[in-house]
Structures are given as C-alpha cells and as structure tokens.
C-alpha cells in the first residue's frame, strides 16, 4: 500500500501532507459537454428557459464548486484560488454545450481537481435548468485537458 499517495500502511484513506512541498504557479485546464435536443439548444441560445439565463447560472454554479472541491472531494486539500474560468461554446452538431474551465492557484498542490468539477456542476447546473424542457440531456467527456505546475510538471492530453 506505500505506492498509494491517499492510502496509510494500513489501507486507510488519509490526507497527503503537503507541508514539505513548495508552493508554486500551478494551473489546469478541463472540458466536457451536455448532448440536448436541437430544441432545448435553442431555447438556451434565445434566453428562454423559465428558470432564466441558463449559461450566467451555469458559469455561478461552476466558479462557486470551484472554490468548495474540498468539502465536495474527499481528500483534496483545500486551496485558495487565484483564477476560475467557466466558458461556454453552443455546438448545434453535438447538439449542445461544451464547457471549458480553467483554475489557477499558487500552492503546494495542484488544482486539476478545481477545474473538473467546475465543469461537473456547470454541466449539471445546465441540466437542472433545462430538464423541464428535455429530460434526455446526456453529460459526457468530463476530462482534464492540461496541467501546469509542482514536481511532476506539465501534461496535456
């Protein structure tokens, strides 16, 4: 069990300390998208949902999970933002919204988590306001797309 980061001798699931690391300019990018019908697509677009402006509660709700992944994902170390972005894109050949987050921090740990799920409850916020309209939305292709930062450096998918 000692090659598991989240995991003591035991098995237990732990905190990792964080202490020792330097803190540093990290940041990382995520995407994913809510498959709609045509219809529901439009109804966003033309601002005409009864719940309101779909995409300016969308990006709240993203921004706002953002900053509580802590108390949302066990284990994650609590971080102070300096940076949460939550774009949209109106894609009729999905049809749908693509999403796409951006998180930035000067810490000791990185904030992959931060930018995933800004863009889990931008998507399930999109679905909330638009269920009433189209039930069978579909959110897929939740995914880190890039990070920067700490010890193990840059990726990109």
Same mark, same amino acid.
């Given at each position: 069990?000692?090659?598991?980061?989240?995991?003591?001798?035991?098995?237990?699931?732990?905190?990792?300390?964080? +202490?020792?690391?330097?803190?540093?300019?990290?940041?990382?990018?995520?995407?994913?998208?809510?498959?709609?019908?045509?219809?529901?697509?439009?109804?966003?677009?033309?601002?005409?949902?009864?719940?309101?402006?779909?995409?300016?509660?969308?990006?709240?709700?993203?921004?706002?999970?953002?900053?509580?992944?802590?108390? !949302?994902?066990?284990?994650?170390?609590?971080?102070?933002?300096?940076?949460?972005?939550?774009?949209?894109?109106?894609?009729?050949?999905?049809?749908?919204?693509?999403?796409?987050?951006?998180?930035?921090?000067?810490?000791?740990?990185?904030?992959?988590?931060?930018?995933?799920?800004?863009?889990?409850?931008?998507?399930?916020?999109?679905?909330?306001?638009?269920?009433? !309209?189209?039930?069978?939305?579909?959110?897929?292709?939740?995914?880190?797309?890039?990070?920067?930062?700490?010890?193990?450096? +840059?990726?990109?998918?």
């Amino acid at each position: 069990m000692s090659d598991l980061t989240h995991a003591d001798e035991a098995g237990r699931a732990r905190m990792v300390d964080v +202490s020792s690391k330097d803190s540093s300019d990290r940041s990382a990018r995520a995407t994913g998208s809510i498959r709609m019908a045509a219809v529901t697509l439009d109804a966003i677009k033309a601002n005409g949902l009864k719940k309101g402006d779909v995409l300016a509660v969308a990006r709240v709700a993203g921004i706002m999970a953002a900053k509580r992944t802590a108390e !949302l994902i066990p284990l994650c170390h609590s971080i102070s933002l300096t940076d949460i972005a939550v774009e949209f894109t109106l894609d009729d050949s999905l049809p749908g919204v693509r999403v796409d987050t951006y998180a930035r921090t000067h810490a000791p740990t990185g904030v992959e988590m931060e930018a995933l799920t800004a863009a889990a409850a931008a998507l399930l916020t999109i679905y909330d306001m638009a269920k009433a !309209l189209d039930r069978g939305m579909t959110i897929t292709g939740i995914a880190l797309l890039e990070k920067s930062g700490g010890a193990s450096g +840059s990726w990109k998918r």
